[in-house]
């Protein structure tokens, strides 16, 4: 069965320290998008991606990049860790071929710590 | 922009009970509405859309939800609450404007209480 696989699940890191996460899909969907989960605020949206080559910035992408080299991964980068982006990180996909209606299918999570 | 609003931190229902989870959107033009479930350390799972025609459109685990234009509304809805519905719920609406990016209400916490 296709699916959407996040690393690490958790990961605990210091102020100041580059940090990736990992987002690999196999449902051969063109967009890729990174969500952060904070109570009271829903999902936020990071960056995000509509193919190889692509990327774009979401509502909240001070602070993390992306970098889309092939369809199936989509890494988010926090080029230098705060303690502000302790959060719940997902990755999701959706296929934009003609008439599809873009509901996305989510990874299960990574959830990071900045001390 | 688009925006959508979840007015209620949290539902309590009890087990039997019809249950509502209600959604506002603020969107130019025809709205692409989506509910989504979450399941404890899960991710997000979708329940339902509504894109175009019939205004109440169901979808999976015997939810629905009523698309209401003038209202610009979308209630999530169930005729008989179960205790294994309990769980984060998130309205959201995607961009209708050639993109596909999807913005998510803040959520709201259904109860079903046995």
């Known amino acids: 069965d296709a699916e959407i696989t996040q690393s690490p699940r958790h990961k605990i890191t210091e102020t100041g320290r580059q940090v990736t996460l990992a987002c690999h899909q196999t449902w051969n969907h063109n967009n890729m998008f990174w969500y952060r989960q904070d109570l009271g605020h829903g999902l936020r949206l990071i960056h995000y991606s509509y193919g190889v080559q692509d990327t774009n910035k979401g509502e909240v992408s001070d602070g993390y990049s992306v970098s889309r080299s092939n369809t199936e991964d989509l890494p988010l980068t926090l080029e230098s860790a705060a303690s502000s982006q302790t959060s719940v990180y997902f990755c999701a996909s959706s296929d934009r071929r003609q008439g599809q209606t873009g509901e996305l299918f989510f990874g299960e999570g990574s959830r990071l710590t900045v001390l | 922009a688009q925006s959508v609003a979840q007015p209620e931190d949290q539902v309590n229902v009890a087990e039997g009970n019809p249950l509502t989870v209600k959604c506002t959107y603020s969107?130019?033009?025809?709205?692409?509405l989506f509910w989504y479930v979450q399941y404890p350390n899960r991710g997000l799972q979708f329940l339902l859309k509504y894109i175009t025609g019939d205004n109440l459109v169901k979808g999976s685990y015997g939810f629905e939800a009523e698309f209401n234009k003038s209202q610009t509304s979308f209630h999530l809805k169930k005729p008989s609450a179960l205790v294994s519905d309990s769980a984060l719920y998130f309205c959201a609406v995607r961009d209708n404007t050639g993109g596909f990016k999807t913005i998510f209400g803040a959520g709201t916490r259904l109860f079903v209480k046995a």
């Open positions: 969107v130019s033009g025809n709205p692409y």
